[in-house]
Structure formats: structure tokens, C-alpha cells
């Protein structure tokens, strides 16, 4: 997954993601959908490596990963596949916090990745190179995440997070259509306002675009997940081909186990090393 939209704290609905998954055409990936072995599961599925990069369950348990950019720095020696620690936090019975700490202590082991795992009001962001270090748990409010550090302004997330912003709570339910359109946002930025992440320009401006589109890699799905405080929540899953095309869509309204809490997090983000 390459850009994240995530919205905490709404009184009706608790928490709001609307993400795009980007990859190679090539890497063979399942569709989001409930997992045989553990159907309380929603999620895709990464067919070369076992992991996943976005999910939720039915106890109202959700996380997703996005990579970090970081072009020439090698991957540590046997670093696990990232799509790991979204799996394992999807299958355990772990606190979001204990979760986030555990990896935190061993976060050198993999090549850079951001996380953000939790239940609506409790979720907690890791990024492996953010210089910070520590984990933090996040505040009520909007969110935007790509391949930097949470809320960098590159171009795409501005772009994703003034349209997403402005769009009512209750539409993302009543017409999720409108949000998979935003999603499917093509504008590429301007030359002068590209990120510098040692790519090449020609490359850095293909993935400046919200939506990616070329033959080789691209948006290979979009996914918006609203989680609604009457303990109800709405996973739907739009897929595309190479060309950027609707390939198929999927929804699930799916009954939590017990009514979400509409309390916002805490007023202030509480990390790690405030403790």
C-alpha cells in the first residue's frame, strides 16, 4: 500500500480509511476477502510472502502498512517480509501497544515500513526510520500517510487529504462510490514540487499521482474501511488491471463483536518516550 487516508474520532463513525495499494503487476496477490482458516478476517493477501498489507477484523481490529522509500540502502540480511507485522497483529490477541513495542524493539530486523494498528480509539503508528524511534499513540483528527513519515506533505498526500477532508462522515457509508473516486485520482505533480528520495525524476513524478498507473507497476486495488459506533462496519475492496481499469469490487458489512467506542483518542499524542 502506497497511500493511506485515515480518520479518527468522528462521534457516528470512529474511524475512516481510504487507501491505495501499490505494486508490481507481476506479484501475485488474493483479493481482500474473509480468510478460510480465520473467517472473523478480512483482508488481502500477498501470494509471494504470506503477509498483507491492510485488514480488519470482526472484533473491530485493524492495521495497515505502507513502505518506506528508500531507494539503494540494502535490505538487512534475512529482514522478514513487512506484511508480517500487519498479519500477525490481524491473527493475535495482542494490544495495539504491546504490539507496536514489541516491534519497536527489534525494528532494525526489517527494511523500512510505517504501521499503524489498533481498534477506533486506540491506534498506534511505528515507523522504523522515523528519528523519533519510539511509537506513539494518535490523537483524534486526519491522518495522511504514504512512503515518508506520517503527514510529510508530499504532493499525493496533500491532494488525497484536502479532497478526503471535505467529504462528509456519512457519505463514505451512503456512497462509497464518491470516495473510490477520489481514490482514483491520476494528477501527476509538477517537476518543482517532487519529493527528492533518490529516484529519478521521470520515476518520482509517475508515483506523485494518488492513483498510479504504467504497465510494470500501479494501484492495484483501492480499500475503504468505516467503522460505525453501533458496532457495524463497512470493509469494500475495488480492484484494477495494469491499465487502471475496474477489475472487480467487493463489500462486506460486517457486525463487530460489541458496539465500537465513539470516545475519540487522547487530546495529545502520547508516544513512547513521553512516558
Avoid at 508490481?24 to 498489507?53: C, S, Y
Amino acid at each position: 500500500m502506497c497511500i493511506a487516508y485515515l480518520s479518527i474520532g468522528h462521534p457516528d463513525w470512529p474511524l475512516r480509511i481510504a487507501a491505495n495499494r501499490d505494486e508490481f503487476h507481476v506479484r501475485p496477490t488474493m483479493a481482500a476477502g474473509p480468510w478460510p482458516e480465520r473467517p472473523g478476517v478480512i483482508a488481502g493477501r500477498d501470494l509471494t510472502a504470506g503477509g498483507t498489507w491492510l485488514g480488519w477484523t470482526a472484533g473491530g481490529r485493524f492495521a495497515l502498512l505502507t513502505n518506506y522509500r528508500e531507494p539503494g540502502l540494502p535490505v538487512p540480511s534475512g529482514a522478514p517480509s513487512r506484511g508480517v507485522l500487519v498479519r500477525d497483529y490481524l491473527l493475535g490477541t495482542d494490544s495495539a501497544a504491546d504490539h507496536v513495542r514489541a516491534i519497536a524493539r527489534h525494528a532494525g530486523d526489517w527494511a523500512g515500513f510505517n504501521l499503524i494498528v489498533g481498534a477506533p480509539g486506540d491506534v498506534w503508528y511505528l515507523c522504523n526510520r522515523d528519528p523519533a524511534g519510539a511509537p506513539r499513540r494518535l490523537r483524534q483528527g486526519n491522518y495522511v500517510l504514504s512512503n515518508h513519515l506520517l503527514d510529510t506533505p508530499w504532493p499525493k498526500a496533500r491532494r488525497l487529504r484536502a479532497t478526503l477532508d471535505t467529504l462528509p462522515a456519512d457519505q463514505w457509508v451512503q456512497d462509497p462510490e464518491q470516495v473510490f473516486a477520489l481514490l482514483h485520482d491520476t494528477t501527476q505533480a509538477d517537476t518543482r514540487d517532487l519529493p527528492e528520495t533518490g529516484l529519478s525524476l521521470a520515476r518520482e513524478q509517475l508515483l506523485s499521482s494518488p492513483f498510479i498507473i504504467s504497465p510494470d507497476y500501479g494501484t492495484r486495488c483501492s480499500t475503504i474501511i468505516v467503522a460505525g459506533a453501533d458496532g457495524h462496519a463497512l470493509f469494500s475492496e475495488l480492484s484494477y488491471d495494469a491499465a487502471g481499469l475496474p477489475t472487480g469490487r467487493q463489500d462486506w458489512r460486517v457486525p463487530t463483536m460489541a458496539g465500537l467506542p465513539s470516545a475519540p483518542c487522547p487530546s495529545g499524542a502520547e508516544s513512547e518516550s513521553a512516558r
